[in-house]
């Protein structure tokens, strides 16, 4: 992690009719940081993410990813960041090969490109006696691993993540949270959300959503140290108490 912004939103906000999801969250991201984004549901996070990402235009407020704006810039935006969500990110009905081939012609890669990089992608995965299978064949775990895989195979400067590990076993989160790691040391910073509060421990830091506006943002060291807090279990259960919504 080093000191370059590469997400920045400046009260950034959301709203639908006299409801507002996300308000004036303010907040900067460093490239190659885990950023953990934590809220109960109904916090906003993914109202939140869908405008980082340029899928949703703010309300008001201002935000830049890899400075580009989220209002002006949307397709320079989807064309430098991956993207994960929680359910739908593979083909089910195609090959693990062809769903290579697919997000690598999306993402703009040349034959060539496509070919080393799925090759090597397979070969991490140690999935080299199931490239022709179709994707549905595989476990949960397995598909989600793939999916983060697909997510970075252009080399994005950001990969957003929504709850990717999400009903996959303890082993199987390990081995994913690996892959974050080794993305993270390459220089790509990983923002994710995530309903596991010992995965949060794993993020350089953490912002967590209460009603659509940040209550915290820090290390997990930080946030349990001016909570006076034992576990990020713990401080999320104290600021999150504090809610009165609910999806």
Request: with cysteine; aromatic share 10%.
């Amino acid at each position: 992690m080093n000191n370059e912004i590469v997400i920045k939103t400046d009260k950034l906000t959301k709203k639908f009719g006299d409801f507002t999801a996300v308000d004036e969250i303010s907040f900067e991201v460093y490239k190659g940081e885990i950023f953990g984004f934590l809220g109960a549901n109904g916090a906003g996070k993914t109202t939140a993410m869908k405008m980082l990402i340029g899928i949703s235009k703010p309300t008001s407020g201002a935000a830049s990813i890899s400075g580009f704006d989220v209002y002006k810039q949307t397709e320079q935006i989807k064309k430098n960041i991956g993207y994960m969500s929680q359910k739908f990110s593979l083909y089910e009905d195609l090959t693990i090969m062809e769903n290579i081939e697919l997000f690598g012609g999306i993402y703009g890669l040349s034959y060539v490109e496509i070919k080393a990089r799925g090759k090597n992608l397979i070969d991490k995965l140690n999935l080299q006696n199931e490239s022709d299978k179709l994707v549905e064949s595989l476990p949960l775990g397995w598909k989600q691993k793939l999916a983060f895989g697909l997510a970075i195979l252009h080399n994005p400067q950001i990969v957003f993540l929504d709850e990717p590990t999400s009903g996959v076993d303890p082993i199987t989160r390990r081995q994913f949270w690996d892959m974050i790691y080794e993305a993270s040391h390459k220089g790509i910073t990983v923002f994710v959300t995530t309903h596991y509060m010992d995965e949060a421990e794993y993020c350089n830091r953490i912002c967590i959503l209460v009603d659509g506006e940040i209550k915290a943002l820090d290390s997990p060291e930080g946030l349990k140290r001016k909570l006076e807090a034992k576990s990020i279990d713990e401080v999320f259960v104290m600021l999150a108490r504090s809610a009165k919504r609910t999806e």
